[in-house]
Structures are given as C-alpha cells and as structure tokens.
C-alpha cells in the first residue's frame, strides 16, 4: 500500500523523492497508465491490470478518448480525467468497494465531486 502511494507521488512530480525514469520496470500484472487533461502535467500511475477490465474505468477510457486523445496515438494509455477523481477509482477498486460495481461513470463523477465539496 504505501509503495503504491510513492509510485503515485513519484510520477505526479513530488519533490523529496528521486526521480523514477519512464524505462523503469513495472511489476508483473501492472499496466503503466498517464492521467490527467493537460499532456504536459500528466500524471503517471502503475495499476493492476485487471482494472483495465472494469466497466468504470472502461468507460473512462472510452470517454477520454472521445473526448480528449482520440483512439489513436503513440505512447502510453492516456486517461482524461481529474487526478484526483482517478484516484478515487483506483481506492474504490483496490478497496474491492462493492458500490465501484453497480455504478456509472456519471455516477462516480458525481459522487466524487459531491463529496470534495463537502470534505
């Protein structure tokens, strides 16, 4: 758990941290995935790649297509969303949260922003 939230600090930018390069490894069963809506503030997270089978990050991904990149371009899986409402996906899905499975994405984005607001 706690390595998990390095790897996401490293590649968002945090300062203190040594630098990860974009050749580094990733583990067995990962998939490398850059968020974010401006390409040159990116972030970039390691995931389980079973995520990518889930039907809310499924629609998220054909959303920012749509969207925002389109369905063809070079380079790393891009996600166009807030950083933040990604990672209340990745805690929904690493949490096994039964709620992440009867729910849309319009759903989730409304949620998250309900609950920012208030938090």
């Known amino acids: ?3 998990s939230i390095v790897k996401k600090l490293l590649f968002c930018g945090a300062k203190g941290f040594p630098s ?3 050749d580094s490894r990733i583990q067995a069963g990962h998939v490398r995935v ?5 390409i040159d ?3 970039k997270f390691e995931m ?3 995520y990518l089978n ?3 990050f499924q629609s998220l991904l054909e959303l920012s297509a749509e969207q925002e990149f389109g369905y063809s371009y070079d380079g790393a899986l891009r996600i166009a969303c807030d950083v933040d409402l990604f990672h209340y996906l990745l805690h929904l899905l690493e949490t096994s949260n039964p709620s ?3 729910m849309e994405l319009s759903d989730l984005i409304s ?6 607001i208030y938090n």
């Open 34 to 38: 850059c968020v974010g809506r401006d």
């Open 111 to 116: 949620k998250f922003y309900t609950s920012a």
């Open 41 to 43: 503030l990116m972030c």
């Open 100 to 102: 992440a499975h009867y």
């Open 54 to 56: 889930h039907p809310l």
């Open 1 to 3: 758990m706690m390595s």
């Open 48 to 50: 389980d790649a079973n």
């Open 20 to 22: 990860i390069s974009d």
